[in-house]
């Protein structure tokens, strides 16, 4: 066994003691909501460093690089999802297949402003994942489990008689594609409908095909939020047209 005393890691400069691990926390938001406005390649260490209310040399000091920062930075935003997703499925005041299951809607739509830039910054971790199996098995690890808390509450509602004729899998399946689209029109559509509507219109469709009588208990709507920032506008300007020759071309 190594006796060898470990070498203490010293706090940055600037940083309080202890402080090290908020102030990676903050990084890691900051280039979360940085993703989601400008995408991955806009995005910039020193516009991150300049968000987070850090220096540039804390963002060296936490992250190897650029590419390790926002490749952690989706990761913690997968890590988020679950535990928000986790969460929900703990909640011992909302224990009915029926409730549970409009909990699980909710969880697939963008609510409030924060879940709007997380499915901007989830687009851009499908991109990503293609090039990435760390990322690609951390993404289709959330599917997973959003599919198959969606079966679970559909073989509920059919083991206590509130549900009926379906097929659970099949269900979840179907209900994963029908938010995605939802989610995707209420992002990028501004023709979409409202979110009042999407969420309504998702419990109605899924109380068809479970066989439930009546609509999905949805909580009341959370506060949404200040808008989500939106990408800075793209600069534009004449081409120049090439300078002619100061002395014409021998011949």
Same mark, same amino acid.
């Given at each position: 066994m190594d006796t060898t005393a470990p070498t203490p890691r010293t706090d940055?400069?600037?940083t309080a003691p202890g402080g090290s691990t908020g102030a990676r926390e903050a990084i890691l938001r900051a280039a979360v909501e940085l993703i989601a406005r400008d995408g991955f390649d806009g995005v910039r260490l020193a516009e991150i460093a300049g968000h987070a209310g850090v220096s540039t040399a804390l963002v060296h000091y936490h992250f190897t690089g650029r590419d390790r920062l926002l490749t952690d930075a989706l990761a913690y935003s997968l890590a988020r999802a679950e535990a928000r997703l986790e969460a929900r499925a703990d909640d011992a005041d909302?224990?009915?297949p029926a409730e549970r299951l409009a909990d699980l809607v909710d969880f697939g739509l963008p609510l409030t402003r924060d879940d709007v830039l997380e499915c901007r910054l989830w687009s851009e971790l499908e991109i990503r994942s293609t090039r990435s199996a760390p990322l690609a098995d951390a993404l289709a690890e959330? +599917?997973?489990g959003i599919l198959n808390r969606l079966a679970a509450v559909v073989v509920d509602g059919l083991d206590r008689g509130d549900f009926r004729d379906c097929d659970p899998h099949e269900t979840a399946t179907v209900a994963m594609a029908l938010l995605d689209g939802l989610t995707n029109r209420l992002i990028t559509d501004p023709a979409a409908p409202s979110l009042d509507d999407a969420r309504r219109m998702a419990g109605r469709q899924l109380a068809?095909?479970?066989g439930y009588s009546g609509e999905l208990p949805f909580q009341p709507l959370p506060d949404p939020g200040p808008p989500p920032p939106q990408p800075p506008p793209? +600069?534009?300007g004449r081409r120049r047209a090439p300078r002619a020759p100061?002395?014409?071309a021998a011949t």
């Open positions: 940055p400069p600037g909302r224990d009915t959330l +599917r997973r068809l095909a479970i793209t +600069r534009t100061s002395h014409p």
